[in-house]
């Protein structure tokens, strides 16, 4: 996920200073796995794979640093895996 990032940052030029700060972030964080820019680009949001356990002080400590860095509050959601793409059949 980093390196997709980074491909995204740097080759695609697609990212901006505020989601890069947040994935350096999470490259700090030994609990966190990877993460990358997601969405539109150019502000967006970033994806962040946290062990479960680490993840509210993960978001603590990007979110101060993120207000530190850039006077912004940083916003925060907290998503579960699902059991991804599948088909659904409805029964009537």
Do not use: P, W
């Amino acid at each position: 996920m980093y390196q997709s990032h980074n491909g995204l940052s740097t080759q695609y030029k697609v990212s901006c200073d505020e989601l890069d700060f947040l994935v350096e972030q999470a490259q700090k964080n030994k609990h966190v796995l990877g993460a990358r820019m997601m969405g539109g680009g150019f502000g967006g949001c970033t994806i962040n794979l946290v062990a479960k356990s680490e993840a509210k002080a993960f978001a603590e400590t990007a979110s101060k640093a993120y207000k530190n860095k850039f006077d912004k509050a940083c916003s925060v959601y907290f998503i579960q895996l699902s059991d991804g793409t599948h088909l659904v059949r409805q029964t009537y």
